[in-house]
Structure formats: structure tokens, C-alpha cells
Nanobody, 121 residues
Framework: AQLMESGGGLVQAGDSLRLSCGGS???????????IGWFRQAPGKEREFVSC???PEGSADYADSVKGRFTADSTVSLQMNNLRPEDTAIYAC?????????????????WGRGTQVTVSS
């Protein structure tokens, strides 16, 4: 079972990107109750929480640094608007069973390898 991200790329500050998270090898990935989290890791920095969204409730949480700019408009997509150079990182999605968003990596059972997002100034 694995998750796969897509949609990363090289953009200029102020541009938008839409990341997607897909899964294979596990029929339960997008069924019943689950949460999808997005995390990012920039070079030389620790992995940090970006957002999470639950299914089917649709409850979402966002890091302060992206609030108002990023939207998890579904459990499989992360819309990123008004990108900044400091958003440059590898973005990975993660899946966890059950209820409730979490900013903690321990909540999640499966992880994708990530997709590179680079924002130039």
C-alpha cells in the first residue's frame, strides 16, 4: 500500500499550485472514516505540519503559516495560493484511519514520498 503525491513544480511567488494525493494497494484508503494530512520538509529543516482534513466530516486544520492561503478542499487535494519562497519544500500526504485531524505524525499510518514545490522570488 502506498500514497502518491502529484502537482508539485517550480512557480513564482504569488502563483498557485494544486497538490493531489492518491493511493494504491489498499482498498480502505478513501473509504469510511479517515484523515489526510499534508506535511512539508524544507532543506535543513524538520518536517512540519501543513494541513489536515477528515472524511466524511470535512473538518480541517491548517498551520498558521498557510492559513488563508492553502485550502484542503477535499481529502485528496491541497490548493495552495499566493505561494511564497518560504513555502519551498517537499510536500507529502499521509493517511490515518478513524476520526479527527492531527498535527502529529504519529496519527498517520501511510505516507507518500512527497512532491517538490519550489517558489522563486
Amino acid at each position: 500500500a502506498q500514497l502518491m503525491e502529484s502537482g508539485g513544480g517550480l512557480v513564482q511567488a504569488g502563483d498557485s499550485l494544486r497538490l493531489s494525493c492518491g493511493g494504491s494497494g489498499f482498498a480502505g484508503f478513501f473509504r469510511a472514516n479517515y484523515v489526510i494530512g499534508w506535511f512539508r520538509q524544507a532543506p535543513g529543516k524538520e518536517r512540519e505540519f501543513v494541513s489536515c482534513v477528515t472524511s466524511p466530516e470535512g473538518s480541517a486544520d491548517y498551520a498558521d503559516s498557510v492559513k488563508g492561503r492553502f485550502t484542503a478542499d477535499s481529502t485528496v487535494s491541497l490548493q495552495m495560493n499566493n505561494l511564497r519562497p518560504e513555502d519551498t519544500a517537499i510536500y507529502a500526504c499521509a493517511w490515518g484511519a478513524g476520526f479527527g485531524c492531527s498535527r502529529h505524525t504519529q496519527r498517520y499510518d501511510y505516507w507518500g514520498r512527497g512532491t517538490q514545490v519550489t517558489v522563486s522570488s
